[in-house]
């Protein structure tokens, strides 16, 4: 290969990190926190390029948060203890007995592999739950269906967060992997939090600059199913107005995106986890893809 063709294979790569250099810029030393979930978390290819994203965002001076459910894997643990999967309102029902299985699938199984990708890269990710330094604390959630609160179990609604331990890891230069359990406020138990809510809290209380939700659509659809057009950007009130429109497993993603943006994040973005490197996609480059949620701009809310 002659230098002179050389140097022009080379020159895309070298376009390809100036325009990233805005972006580097902005985000230089902000915190982000990424829901990690949907096909990302089962597709090996797919989990090692996540990886590699996240310890791409690492050593570009960015603070990567990485929260986690296991819905797949939890429910294949289940049917091997011989316990039904049951969900209610879009929530698991979690028995006492499946409780113990969620936790030792989450904590023991899904974050465990999740920190030894990132670690390939380095002495970097640190796994925690929310019970860890009373990250997350929760009371019994009670879903509303039909007019009535009904009882799914182990299942909580989150009442505070400590973001302590998160902090001291960010500050040394670490990658904090946190698994969506929450210690209980009143009575000595653990729940099972929606992975997407306690992203959205835990983004908000850190003061993120950014929350991602990795998902396995394109982004909110415009006018679904009539059609797949991706609305590309909306302000928090246009959001608030969708949601009773949306399909059920949309919905607490989006509520997380709304709660963020209505509680000082910046930007929240539902991306597609099937694409690789989605992350790096959205933060670098001018294009984007997926949702992005922003708070409204003076006189925007309604």
């Not at 960015?62 to 049951?86: C, F, N, T, Y």
């Not at 984007?288 to 809310?301: L, N």
Request: charged fraction near 25%; glycine fraction near 10%.
């Amino acid at each position: 290969m002659t230098n002179v063709t050389r140097k022009h294979t080379a020159l895309p790569k070298a376009q390809t990190l100036i325009e990233a250099l805005p972006w580097l810029t902005r985000h230089h030393g902000k915190t982000v926190v990424i829901k990690f979930g949907g096909n990302a978390m089962i597709d090996d290819e797919l989990k090692a390029a996540f990886a590699q994203d996240v310890v791409f965002l690492r050593h570009a001076g960015l603070k990567p948060v990485v929260v986690h459910g296991g819905g797949p894997q939890i429910s294949a643990a289940l049917d091997r203890h011989g316990i039904v999967s049951e969900f209610k309102a879009g929530l698991r029902v979690t028995t006492e007995d499946a409780m113990d299985v969620v936790r030792m699938v989450l904590a023991g199984q899904v974050q465990r592999e999740l920190v030894g990708l990132l670690n390939q890269h380095g002495p970097l990710a640190v796994g925690l739950t929310g019970e860890d330094a009373h990250t997350i604390t929760a009371t019994k959630h009670r879903p509303e269906i039909d007019g009535e609160r009904v009882d799914i179990g182990r299942v909580g609604e989150i009442t505070d967060i400590d973001t302590g331990a998160i902090e001291a890891l960010l500050a040394d230069g670490r990658i904090p992997v946190v698994s969506s359990i929450a210690r209980s406020q009143d009575d000595g138990h653990v729940y099972n939090v929606n992975a997407d809510t306690a992203a959205a809290a835990l983004a908000a209380a850190l003061g993120a600059e950014t929350l991602m939700v990795l998902t396995d659509v394109e982004g909110l659809y415009e006018d679904w199913p009539d059609s797949d057009e991706v609305i590309s950007r909306l302000t928090a009130s246009q959001l608030e107005k969708l949601l009773p429109e949306l399909a059920s497993g949309m919905v607490p993603k989006m509520q997380g995106c709304l709660h963020a943006v209505r509680h000082g994040v910046t930007t929240a973005r539902v991306i597609d986890g099937r694409v690789q490197h989605s992350i790096l996609l959205e933060i670098f480059t001018d294009e984007g893809i997926g949702t992005m949620v922003v708070p409204d701009a003076e006189g925007d809310a309604v």
